[in-house]
């Protein structure tokens, strides 16, 4: 049944009532809260009109200073489920979510709600928690959460890895970088781990170190690509968390052996805080940037976490994000060529309560 998708009005009240009523037995939106959403800033509610009728609405909520984006309330009259309605109502809402600067949609869904997580599993959300106890009667929330790309597709020129450690993200966006200048250069788990030897911190928090932008720029440059690095701190970085002073003791001869060695292979270093148009500028030379975040976005943890940014659009940069959380069933197309707008982007690229920021700038050599 063809519906036709629009911006809820303050007369489409009624219907919103009636639909909610007839398809929630509890927790349900009141008359005053369809009136104060539709018309308040940080919502965004969507009618599906069909055969004369509201058929479905979608209710999208913005946080402020959020890239995410949440599916609040979404309903379908029950005399006119399994007709697509719903779908085309979904793929609706992403798309306002997209064009309010979101990268992700995430929602809670009644766990006996069958039909409506067969909805949000065939359109590409996966499952990422539950919350016991959420709605009035005690059932469960189970949590869905999906990459909004827009028309960004998941292909790209620059070949995508997926790391097989929890701590070698640098090594795998380096590889990257590796197979997109050189196409005979197949990324492999032995060379992942070999990268990871050459460039580690030794120690990071708990468990085996990460790495830091001065071991990454030099195995870079031994491998043959021609670098750059921008930094906004001197000295031995992530030292806060790390309380042992004997780690840090050989954490901080690792880093001054990795300054030594960029600057006898004079490799540039900027000292300063780079700026979008820093990236912006160096992709579009052509080259990559293996780019410091925090985790906290990507997926909820405050943790350093290295991406590479490989394109940008006009309005969002691309990045492949080496990480794949197998657990939550994620696969190449939640993490290769995902479009973070600007602003978000500059907000994850820190790290740290001092907002360390990192880049290396890689691209092919110049040397003989």
């Known amino acids: 049944m063809a519906a036709d998708i629009r911006t809820a009005r303050a007369e489409d009240v009624d219907a919103l009532v009636a639909i909610e009523n007839a398809v929630f037995p509890g927790d349900r939106i009141s008359r005053r809260s369809f009136r104060q959403l539709i018309d308040h800033e940080t919502a965004e509610a969507l009618v ?15 946080r402020k200073g959020s890239g995410v984006a949440r599916l609040y309330s979404f309903a379908i009259a029950p005399d006119l489920g399994g007709k697509g309605i719903g779908r ?29 997580i067969r909805l949000y599993e065939q359109n590409g959300y996966r499952r990422i928690g539950q919350e016991p106890d ?14 909004l790309r827009g028309e960004v597709p998941i292909t790209t020129k620059v070949p995508f890895y997926a790391q097989t450690c929890d701590f070698t993200c640098g090594p795998c966006c380096l ?29 990071m ?53 990795f300054r030594a060695r960029a600057d006898k292979y004079a490799i540039p270093v900027a000292y300063r805080p780079f700026g979008l148009d820093d990236i912006r500028a160096r992709l579009a030379e052509g080259k990559l940037a293996l780019v410091l975040i925090s985790g906290f976005i990507m997926f909820g943890k405050k943790v350093p976490h290295w991406v590479l940014a490989i ?29 973070v707008p600007y602003d978000i982007f500059m907000r994850m690229a820190q790290f740290g309560a001092d907002g360390l920021r990192a880049a290396i700038i890689l691209g092919k050599s110049a040397r003989k």
Request: proline share 4%; aromatic share 8%.
């Open 175 to 203: 590889m990257m970088a590796m197979a997109n200048f050189d196409r005979k250069f197949v990324p492999d788990p032995v060379m992942e781990i070999r990268l990871w030897r050459e460039a580690t911190t030794i120690f």
């Open 134 to 147: 959420y709605y009035e009667d005690g059932m469960t929330a189970l949590r869905y959460e999906k990459m």
């Open 205 to 257: 928090m708990s468990g085996p170190g990460g790495c830091e932008p001065f071991g990454l720029a030099v195995a870079a440059f031994e491998a043959g690509l021609g670098t750059e690095i921008l930094v906004s701190a001197e000295g031995a970085l992530f030292l806060q968390s790390v309380r042992s002073a004997e780690k840090r003791r050989v954490m901080e001869l690792a880093q001054a052996d």
């Open 311 to 339: 394109g940008d659009d006009g309005g969002h940069i691309l990045i492949h994000d080496p990480w794949i959380e197998d657990e939550q069933r994620e696969t190449a197309s939640d993490a290769a060529n995902i479009p």
């Open 48 to 62: 599906a009109e069909a055969a004369g009728k509201i058929a479905g609405y979608a209710m999208v909520l913005f």
């Open 88 to 116: 085309g109502l979904l793929d609706a809402a992403e798309r306002v979510a997209y064009a309010h600067g979101r990268m992700m949609m995430r929602l809670e869904v009644r766990e006996d709600n069958l039909r409506a």
